[in-house]
């Protein structure tokens, strides 16, 4: 399968399309497992990004379909993994229709069944690659 079919296929598991500046991110984009862990240089608590997933053919854990797949069921609704960092949280797109489309989410994955507790990283997908700075 195409990764222009495998986006098709993500959006319909997800319910929602997909913001135009991450689809183009995605044909575009292969993760490196072994680069440098970047961190979230507006966010004084260290948040750090040790994965931003791709669309390609590195391996499944590095893919943002396989990621929904195995943990869509307890994200927020229309929320779509697109990155982690080293602790196992999630940075979350908002692919819902409304004003906080595109905006990009830390979340923290010990939480209680139910809680959808979100922090906010980025306004826009191009923001948050934009704050990313290599971790020294």
């Not at 940075?91 to 989410?105: F, I, K, N």
């Amino acid at each position: 399968m195409n990764a222009e079919q495998r986006i098709e296929n993500l959006e319909a598991a997800l319910g929602a399309s997909l913001p135009v500046a991450y689809r183009a991110f995605l044909r575009s984009h292969r993760e490196k497992p072994s680069g440098p862990v970047q961190v979230v240089s507006t966010n004084p608590d260290y948040w750090d990004v040790s994965c931003i997933f791709e669309i390609g053919a590195a391996e499944s854990y590095l893919q943002v379909d396989h990621c929904y797949e195995l943990v869509g069921d307890v994200l927020p609704e229309g929320m779509l993994p697109v990155a982690d960092d080293q602790g196992g949280n999630l940075y979350l797109l908002d692919c819902r229709t409304g004003p906080s489309t595109g905006a990009v989410y830390w979340w923290d994955h010990e939480q209680e069944l139910g809680e959808d507790r979100v922090e906010l990283v980025a306004t826009s997908f191009p923001e948050f690659l934009a704050v990313l700075v290599p971790d020294s």
